[in-house]
């Protein structure tokens, strides 16, 4: 009876005794760094992936080449997700991802908007000169922004970028261009897809064809500064049924692009 007695009153000073603390690294949060275009997408994801784990995600959003160069620097993310496929391999190739976790989880599409209720526009010199009268068109920064390189690759392919390349408003990141438009600082702006679905005060004046432009990739991976022990559960996870509902009720297409 004695020694019954004391297994059971151990038993219960051990369930009376304080959880181990949780590391450093598990109690903040997943820290991912994401391309402007991919927010409402992301902040879904990460709602749905905190649901099912527990595990909490945060979020710095800005141009895919503002992040790169913070992640090679050693930024504290634990993801990267990029825009495009060029930006993913600078930071590959500077080791600042794991180049082996590297995913390719979505596409888009690229158009011009314009104020609400602007009519339909034939992409052509002349029209496009009408519809920017003295205005720019606003779109993101050719030269480091993946929506600006896809931008100025299709306005070429269409014969349209030597007559409107004077008028351009370069911006930091899509989300900023798609802004000018919004605020009435500009008549048009070249946006993804699924940046004009989230504002509602602009209107699709013309989609630019697929052909046009290389393919719109984005892409994830692992840093190679990544301290949470989750951050491979939520790449995964960008991968699964979930993840590709919310992207796809946000305009994003999820069929691998080659």
Known sequence: MFHRLFFVLCALAVAALPAAPLSAAEERPLTVFAAASTREAMEGIADAFEEETGTKVVFSFAGTGTLARQVE????ADLFVSADAAWMDYVRDHDAVSADSIIEFASNALVLVGPEESPALE???ENLHAALRDGRLAMADPETVPAGRYGKAALETLGLWSSVSAQLAPMENVRIAL??????DAPLALVYRTDALVEPVVAVVADLPPESHPPIRYLAALTSARTHPSAP????????PRAREILHSLGFLTDKVN
Not at 179 to 184: C, F, K, W
Not at 233 to 240: H, I, P, R, T
């Open 73 to 76: 620097a050693g930024a504290p």
């Open 233 to 240: 559960d939520f790449l995964a996870f960008l991968e699964g």
């Open 179 to 184: 802004a000018s438009v919004a605020r009435g």
């Open 123 to 125: 992409l052509t010199p």
